[in-house]
C-alpha cells in the first residue's frame, strides 16, 4: 500500500525558500573594489565562525521542511534570518553605506530566510 500525498503550496514555498538559502552560500555576499566573497569563501578561511552556523541552520531547514517537520523547519529559517539581521546591524555600526557592498546573496539569503519563516506551517 502506498501513500499519495499531495505537497502543499506552503511546503513547495518553504522548500524553495530553503534550498535558496543554501544555494546562496556560494552567491556572492560582499563586493568591495572589485573583489567579491561568498559565505562558502568564509568557511573556507576560517571554519569556526558564525557564517558556518548559518550554513548549518539552514541545511538543517531544508533537511526538516523536506520531512515535515514545521515548527523545527521554522525554528532554523528563524535563526538564520536573525543572524542575517545581525550581520546587517553590524555593517551599518561599521558606517558608510552598507547597500553600495553588499552583494545578492546576502538578499537571497534574507529574503529566503523570510520566507521559511513565514510558510513553515503545519497543514
Same mark, same amino acid.
Given at each position: 500500500m502506498t +501513500? @499519495?500525498?499531495?505537497?502543499? +503550496? @506552503?511546503?513547495? =514555498?518553504?522548500?524553495? $525558500?530553503? $534550498? $535558496?538559502?543554501?544555494?546562496?552560500v556560494f552567491l556572492p555576499y560582499m563586493t568591495f573594489m572589485g573583489q567579491s566573497a561568498s559565505l562558502f569563501d568564509i568557511i573556507m578561511?576560517?571554519?569556526a565562525t558564525r557564517v558556518t552556523l548559518v550554513l548549518l541552520f539552514a541545511i538543517g531547514a531544508l533537511v526538516t521542511a523536506f520531512l515535515d &517537520? $514545521? &515548527? =523545527?523547519s521554522r525554528i532554523c529559517s528563524g535563526v538564520v534570518l536573525a543572524m542575517m539581521l545581525y550581520a546587517l546591524y553590524e555593517l551599518f555600526g561599521a558606517g558608510g553605506s552598507v547597500f553600495d557592498f553588499i552583494g545578492f546573496g546576502f538578499? =537571497?539569503?534574507l529574503i529566503a530566510s523570510i520566507f521559511g519563516v513565514v510558510f513553515s506551517k503545519d497543514d
Open positions: +501513500t @499519495n500525498k499531495i505537497m502543499t +503550496t @506552503n511546503k513547495k =514555498i518553504t522548500l524553495g $525558500a530553503t $534550498a $535558496a538559502m543554501v544555494l546562496s578561511l576560517e571554519p &517537520k $514545521a &515548527k =523545527i538578499y =537571497i539569503t
